[in-house]
């Protein structure tokens, strides 16, 4: 099974001139969805994670269940103001203004193998703040792991210190 053809291209959205990769499809399709998680599972074992962090939100669909199937703790980080305790916080920069993310200030005893994990590397800048309310908890490592990257986009730059998979390339 080709997962890429699973995945649909929508242009012009949310702006003109932006090509939107629709995973909604990918998941809809439960021998798709199946083979995803397989294929990410195979190089997340690799980095033997003892956490899984993934982002806020399409990051979680692929996240928990990596998380589940590893038999490890899932963190999620979320926009700000959708965690209901004490927080660290991380504002990065996106084409039209700022976002905030934040992660629990109690997610994760320090010293740990992170996987962190999300949907898409374009740019990079929100990867680059996960991975640093990440670095709060002085991990042992972090891993950095995408279902899709785009590469023109060049975001893996942004990123180059750490270990970066991607299971798709666009």
Same mark, same amino acid.
């Given at each position: ?10 242009p012009?959205?949310?702006?003109p001139?932006?090509?939107? %990769?629709?995973? #909604?499809?990918? =998941?809809?399709?439960?021998? *798709?969805?199946? @083979?995803?998680?397989?294929?990410? $599972? ?42 209901p305790?004490?927080? %660290?916080?991380? #504002?990065?920069? =996106?084409?039209?203004?700022? *976002?905030?993310? @934040?992660?629990?200030?109690?997610? $994760? ?13 374009a740019?990079g ?36 210190q ?9």
């Open positions: 099974m080709i997962i890429k053809e699973k995945i649909r291209v929508v012009d959205f949310p702006t001139g932006i090509q939107f %990769y629709d995973i #909604t499809t990918l =998941l809809n399709d439960a021998a *798709a969805f199946r @083979e995803t998680i397989d294929q990410m $599972m195979l190089i997340a074992k690799k980095h033997n994670p003892d956490v899984v962090v993934a982002l806020e939100s399409r990051g979680f669909f692929f996240g928990t269940c990596l998380a589940l199937q590893l038999g490890v703790p899932f963190v999620p980080v979320r926009k700000k103001g959708k965690l305790y004490k927080t %660290y916080q991380e #504002t990065y920069s =996106l084409e039209y203004g700022t *976002a905030t993310m @934040e992660i629990h200030s109690d997610a $994760m005893p320090e010293g740990k193998r992170v996987l962190i994990v999300d949907d898409v590397l740019t800048g929100s990867m680059s703040a996960a991975v640093k309310l990440v670095n709060h908890f002085h991990p042992e490592s972090i891993h950095l792991l995408f279902l899709m990257e785009l590469e023109a986009l060049e975001g893996r730059k942004k990123l180059s750490y270990s970066v998979d991607s299971l798709l390339f666009v």
